[in-house]
């Protein structure tokens, strides 16, 4: 479980996130939704620790998170494989052999074992972003933060996306989803969080998902 209490974010004196309490539990989807600019992407980065909180506390219980941005953030001057397995050797200092190893289990599975060795240009949309997705979990955090997942796919794209994130549910990872796209988000989510002007306005729960 991740525990939000009390938390505010500002920058001089405009409020992003004004007094944000939130429980996400371990195993399902949340996602949060709003209009633009109303602190649902600082919320995200608050909790991977882009932005450090102005007060309040986020206890990660020891979790680690994965993200996946909405522009994916890919290395353009490094092929597929050699973005996904980039976390294992700088920040893990895997042996490289034994990153490419796990990073071309990923690829597969995310029916991309013959993409490895093209570069970012060379790649569509929804392969950059599941190249991305596979980058933020080849170090197997618990919870996985998705960034406007929908915002530059096609219908086909999106429910090929919608597939893969439920099987990574139901293995049991938590998926916390930022989107504009609300039929993606009520087909997904187990909680909508609607977020307004930084504050929790409303909360939605699903149970068919």
Do not use: W
């Not at 050699?82 to 071309?104: F, H």
């Not at 093209?118 to 190249?131: D, E, N, T, V, W």
Request: with cysteine.
């Amino acid at each position: 479980m991740i525990i939000i209490k009390n938390l505010v974010k500002k920058y001089k004196d405009n409020i992003i996130l004004d007094n944000i309490n939130l429980e996400i539990n371990s195993g399902e989807i949340i996602s949060i939704v709003g209009n633009s600019g109303c602190g649902k992407t600082t919320l995200l980065k608050c909790l991977v620790g882009l932005e450090t909180p102005t007060q309040g506390i986020i206890d990660l219980n020891s979790n680690k998170i994965g993200m996946v941005f909405q522009h994916f953030n890919l290395f353009p001057h490094k092929t597929a494989l050699e973005n996904i397995i980039e976390p294992l050797i700088t920040v893990y200092k895997k042996n490289k052999e034994e990153a490419i190893i796990e990073g071309n289990i990923l690829l597969k599975k995310l029916n991309l074992e013959n993409k490895g060795e093209l570069y970012p240009k060379h790649l569509s949309g929804g392969q950059k972003q599941r190249i991305a997705i596979a980058r933020a979990i080849i170090s197997n955090p618990k919870y996985l933060i998705l960034d406007e997942p929908t915002s530059a796919l096609d219908p086909n794209t999106i429910e090929e996306l919608k597939n893969i994130l439920i099987d990574f549910n139901k293995e049991g990872m938590t998926l916390i989803i930022v989107s504009h796209d609300l039929k993606f988000v009520e087909d997904i989510s187990h909680r909508i969080i609607k977020v307004e002007k930084g504050r929790i306005k409303e909360e939605i729960k699903k149970f068919d998902v």
